[in-house]
């Protein structure tokens, strides 16, 4: 167990919809990472934030949005929603915001658009 | 832009061999970090080992360890004495130090053999 949680485990859900998946980093971590696993597009960073703050951005389509609240747990927004969004999204946190620093990943969120 | 190869989709190797998983990279930033994760069935990703780019020494942890050569821009992943339980998804990353963003390579399925 790497003390990091994800919520929901999976999702069902439609094209056009929207949902939101849920972190909570391990204790003392301020720095969190979310990350999609496809099969066609293999696993993609999507964005960090480190201690409320987007700290750096990577593939993450328009139609997806992320936060972090003061208490350090941190969501990801996935909108209009497309067959091709279906898969696994992880969330990782750290310690710190550097690159050196080990990441922690969740069980994941496996998210399926029918 | 950075860029991951990993040339093994798959590899197989005996119980208690040794075993080297090749990672190769390109990046223009001066300086970078070098991942490898460990993906089991169950789909965790489990953090192995990181090497930084003005590292002086190999890096190691454990049975684990980081064959670098920066000239020719390898990060190779060596598993001594290999356990059944090796049997995972093996998948190298790399990050620049200011672009902040992960890459991530397409990953070596490692089978170990009783």
């Known amino acids: 167990d790497s003390g990091v949680t994800q919520t929901p485990k999976h999702l069902i859900t439609a094209t056009g919809q929207r949902v939101t998946l849920r972190c909570s980093p391990r204790?003392?971590?301020?720095?969190v990472y979310w990350y999609q696993q496809s099969l066609d597009q293999g696993l993609q960073f999507l964005i960090q934030?480190?201690?409320?703050?987007?700290?750096a951005k990577g593939n993450i389509l328009e139609r997806f949005s992320a936060q972090q609240f003061p208490d350090l747990h941190s969501e990801l927004n996935l909108s209009s929603l497309e067959l091709g969004d279906s898969a696994l999204y992880f969330c990782?946190?750290?310690?710190?915001?550097?690159?050196?620093?080990?990441?922690?990943f969740g069980p994941g969120t496996r998210l399926t658009v029918t | 832009a950075q860029k991951i190869t990993q040339t093994q989709p798959g590899m197989f190797v005996q119980e208690k061999e040794a075993v080297t998983l090749d990672c190769t990279y390109d990046?223009?930033?001066?300086?970078?970090?070098l991942f490898w994760y460990k993906q089991p069935s169950s789909g965790e990703m489990i953090f192995l080992i990181y090497?930084?780019?003005?590292?002086?020494q190999n890096a190691t942890e454990g049975r684990y360890s980081l064959n670098f050569q920066k000239a020719r821009k390898s990060a190779n992943l060596v598993i001594s004495a290999s356990q059944l339980g090796d049997s995972a998804m093996y998948f190298c990353?790399?990050?620049?130090?200011?672009?902040?963003?992960?890459?991530f390579g397409p990953g070596t399925r490692l089978s170990v053999l009783p």
């Open positions: 990782a946190s750290s310690v710190g915001a550097s690159g050196r620093d080990e990441q922690y």
């Open positions: 204790s003392g971590d301020l720095s």
């Open positions: 934030y480190y201690n409320g703050e987007e700290r």
């Open positions: 990046t223009s930033d001066p300086s970078y970090g």
């Open positions: 090497q930084g780019s003005y590292d002086q």
């Open positions: 990353a790399m990050r620049g130090n200011y672009g902040q963003n992960f890459v």
